[in-house]
């Protein structure tokens, strides 16, 4: 028992005496305490990470189970009539709102506002995909929610400016998929408003830039009567 001691307080020295061979090492030598709490912080916050990355998975999944749930007991309802489009969106709703901006979401979301486009709510489908643009920031999911947010504006009376917004959100994302499509759009909303301008710089861009040949072409047909 005393040679154990004896040694370990011989070796402090002369682990001390090796450190101090350098600028770094002396630091380490006169600030032990410090170091060795620096490291054991390290390995705190890593652990505390892996539990909370295990615990945010699972959370993810319930949200994911949950949507599913709903999808699976309401759609078919929804899409025979026994449920009227409120009362479909509300139910979507409730589910959803206190999973945040939970990102995974999306497809059912997407899912749910297309459903009930199919059927002429267009209203209600706007409701769901605007929220989804406005809680979920992932570049992919703000796309896809822009897009139909765009398209059902459009299809709402006096949601004109509400689209072009929805449009501009997706070029502003730097989201690149479809642009010609896009600014193609934002063409014909303009002309909608008589900003005659706009709409030849939206045309313009899908000539100049686009790389899709079925928006270019329409893009010139636009040009052509204006």
Known sequence: MNTTTKTTTNATPEV?????????????????????LFIALIFVGIFGYGIFNHFQTKKHNEYAGSLYQVMSSKLGDFKAKKLTAPEFKSAV????KPMGGFAGAAPYI???????????????????????????????????????????????????DAAIGHLK?????????????????????????N???????????????????EFKKMAKIYMSEL
């Open 16 to 36: 001390d005496r090796e450190l101090a061979q350098t600028e770094f090492g002396e630091w380490i030598a006169q600030n032990k305490i410090a170091v060795i």
């Open 93 to 96: 709703d409730a589910t959803w």
């Open 110 to 160: 997407v899912q749910a506002a297309d459903a009930l486009a199919a059927q002429g709510n267009y209203q209600e489908a706007y409701d769901l995909v605007a929220s989804g643009a406005k809680r979920i920031s992932n570049k992919e999911a703000s796309y896809f929610f822009n897009i139909r947010a765009a398209a059902f504006a459009e299809s709402l009376e006096g949601q004109t």
């Open 169 to 193: 959100d997706i070029l502003a994302s730097g989201a690149k998929y479809f642009e010609g499509k896009v600014y193609l759009d934002l063409g014909r909303l303009y002309l909608k408003k």
């Open 195 to 213: 900003d005659t301008k706009l709409a030849k710089d939206s045309f313009k861009w899908v000539i100049d830039n686009g790389s899709e040949e």
